[in-house]
């Protein structure tokens, strides 16, 4: 965890300079990506929330897209990930949303991706996506790496 506040005390201290805000969409990380922004001393002026959007239902219920807006769209898919980031933005009316649903292991999903697969967005100005395949079935591990892949994507996107 240590590592991931690392992080997102570089990406606080961009969003507070900007007087920017973010909240965040996660599924396969459980809540990581959310717990290391707030871990960050005075959290409260950028981190605007955040859904674990781990069910069809979390979906339906927290973010507001019902089933007829995934016509086309699989979870643990770069559209949806696209979807997440950027329903976060809208509806918590942030400068960033950042999102990322994948498949943590010991086995992959029904949608047919093996244990390691993550797909990440940070929508801001422009959305950027990423797949990530980690080939490891380790599900902490994962979740871990998947929350760090995230930030550094953020972190990344706030540099530029």
Not at 100 to 105: I, K, N, P, Q, S
Request: charged residues 20%; aromatic residues 4%.
């Amino acid at each position: 965890m240590k590592e991931l506040i690392g992080i997102a005390g570089q990406i606080a201290t961009k969003l507070v300079a900007r007087k920017q805000t973010i909240a965040v969409a996660e599924s396969s990380t459980g809540g990581l990506i959310a717990s290391a922004l707030l871990a960050v001393p005075g959290a409260s002026a950028y981190f605007k929330g955040g859904a674990v959007v781990y069910t069809r239902e979390a979906r339906r219920i927290l973010m507001d897209i019902p089933d007829e807006a995934m016509k086309g769209i699989r979870s643990a898919s770069e559209p949806y990930a696209r979807l997440l980031a950027e329903q976060m933005r809208r509806r918590f009316e942030t400068d960033w949303g950042v999102s990322e649903t994948g498949a943590t292991g010991p086995t992959g999903n029904r949608y047919g991706d093996a244990a390691g697969h993550s797909c990440m967005a940070v929508a801001g100005v422009a959305t950027k996506v990423i797949t990530l395949e980690t080939a490891s079935n380790d599900r902490a591990g994962n979740m871990q790496v998947f929350a760090k892949t995230a930030l550094e994507l953020l972190l990344k996107e706030l540099s530029q």
